[in-house]
């Protein structure tokens, strides 16, 4: 597609249900990140890939939060057992990145997640 | 670790009228200093970027912003805003020395909402 796509667009979901966010990245794009956003702050880095391997996960704030590229395209952020506090805008950005030159990040519009 | 202060969350202007958002950072090592804008309902956008050389930079929709080493500060300005600027500005930080592979980590502020009015 011409832009990051990113799936559901809106969530719902009760406490302690699983939930699995998806985002399309630009074709071609190598990197690909997860921001977390919440209510009138800015955007928090969760997790980035370079191709399919998981370069770094130093923002996913416990072992709830997984996220996956098996073939270095699509990506899942994954959040299990939800909790209230996970409530918040997942955003996810994707950048044709050249070695040690900062890409610019392209992001998607965001999925929205309400845990009740 | 970096860390990035929008001072103001809003700022009230009328249309033609200057504007500057004011951004600092703080950071242990040389950074990489980005303003991003986010209209209603869409993904956050490019402004403008300082990776080297000069300390002014123009990015899109007439915005200029000025790295000042010295006082950590990378103010966005523009001289004559329009209705359609209404929207949230983020300026962000990544660390320079940390960047291998095309990783490019930000590190965003709390975001200035910049309203508009005639």
């Known amino acids: 597609g011409a832009g990051v796509s990113q799936s559901p667009r809106y969530k719902v979901t009760k406490r302690g249900q699983d939930v699995a966010l998806r985002c399309d990245p630009i074709s071609g794009h190598v990197s690909l990140y997860w921001y977390r956003q919440a209510l009138g702050q800015g955007p928090e880095f969760l997790t980035y890939f370079n191709y399919e391997a998981q370069q770094d996960k130093s923002g996913l704030p416990n072992d709830r939060f997984s996220a996956e590229r098996p073939e270095g395209s699509i990506s899942t952020l994954t959040i299990q057992r939800t909790e209230q506090r996970d409530s918040a805008m997942y955003r996810c950005?994707?950048?044709?990145?050249?070695?040690?030159?900062?890409?610019?990040?392209?992001f998607g519009e965001g999925s929205r997640l309400t845990v009740l | 670790a970096q860390s990035v202060t929008q001072l103001d969350s809003q700022v009230p202007v009328f249309e033609e009228a200057p504007v500057e958002l004011r951004c600092n950072y703080s950071s242990s090592v040389s950074v990489y200093l980005f303003w991003y804008v986010q209209y209603p309902n869409q993904g956050l956008q490019l402004l403008l970027k300082y990776l080297s050389g000069s300390t002014l930079v123009k990015g899109i929709n007439g915005f200029e912003a000025e790295f000042n080493k010295s006082q950590t500060s990378f103010h966005l300005r523009k001289p004559s805003v329009h209705i359609s600027d209404t929207a949230e500005y983020f300026c962000?930080?990544?660390?320079?020395?940390?960047?291998?592979?095309?990783?490019?980590?930000?590190?965003f502020g709390t975001g200035t909402q910049l309203k508009v009015e005639l």
């Open positions: 950005a994707s950048s044709l990145a050249r070695a040690g030159v900062p890409g610019e990040l392209f």
């Open positions: 962000a930080v990544s660390d320079r020395v940390k960047l291998t592979g095309g990783g490019n980590k930000l590190t």
